[in-house]
């Protein structure tokens, strides 16, 4: 089945460390994208990136970062320097704008929880 | 700037009762595109539907129906016959034409639909 796996469903980190979350697509798609949410609220983008080896950070990026040295792999690491990080993250893919069937393919998340 | 409005934070109806769930955005772009997607509560967005500015002839799918307003700027979703398994939140967001495939969230509606 193809789809988008984030692993684990659940993390939990002390304050001060860095941890990374994983998301691997076997969709074929160019473009991932990392979203956070928090509770009674929509979606803030991340970082995103269109194409291997290529990212953009989005509206919120600050203490946050990633790569993307393989097409079906897009891990974001929450570094300590991210001022509150509990919080629901997704991670989304897609073909490239314009595509006829372009819209966002969502993983199932990691809910992080730092203390 | 764009901006993506659902003022109904929370819905509660009872099983087989019809209910919309109110978008409305702001955009100064002429070409745009509007989604819908549901996330229940395993947390993964699901897509619903794609609407391009240019088309505004409503969409029906089942128990669900999309009405797009151009001069009003929304884009409202109604759910017929609601069940218990549309218990979610639903997620209006918004992408500007030649923006890569960059959404723009609303908050979210939360509908419960209890038997």
């Known amino acids: 089945d193809g789809g988008i796996t984030q692993s684990p469903k659940y993390l939990f980190r002390k304050e001060g460390q860095n941890v990374t979350l994983s998301c691997e697509q076997n969709?074929?798609?160019?473009?991932m994208y990392w979203y956070r949410q928090d509770p009674g609220q929509g979606l803030r983008l991340i970082y995103y990136s269109q194409i291997v080896n290529d990212f953009q950070k989005g509206d919120i990026a600050e203490g946050y970062s990633v790569s993307r040295e393989k097409k079906e792999s897009f891990p974001l690491t929450v570094t300590s320097a991210q001022k509150n990080p509990t919080a629901f993250y997704l991670c989304?893919?897609?073909?490239?704008?314009?595509?006829?069937?372009?819209?966002?393919?969502f993983g199932p998340g990691t809910r992080l929880t730092v203390t | 700037a764009q901006k993506v409005t659902q003022a109904q934070t929370e819905i509660s109806v009872v099983e087989k009762e019809d209910v919309t769930l109110d978008c409305v955005y702001e955009t100064r772009d002429t070409t745009y595109y509007l989604f819908w997607y549901k996330q229940p509560p395993s947390g993964e967005l699901v897509f619903l539907i794609r609407?391009?500015?240019?088309?505004?002839q409503n969409e029906i799918s089942g128990r669900y129906s999309w009405n797009f307003q151009k001069s009003t700027s929304s884009f409202n979703f109604t759910i017929t016959a609601s069940q218990v398994v549309d218990s979610a939140v639903y997620f209006c967001a918004l992408r500007k034409n030649n923006a890569g495939n960059m959404l723009t969230f609303g908050g979210g509606t939360r509908l419960m639909v209890k038997p």
């Open positions: 969709l074929n798609h160019d473009a």
């Open positions: 609407r391009n500015s240019f088309d505004e």
């Open positions: 989304a893919s897609s073909t490239p704008a314009g595509e006829r069937s372009d819209e966002q393919y």
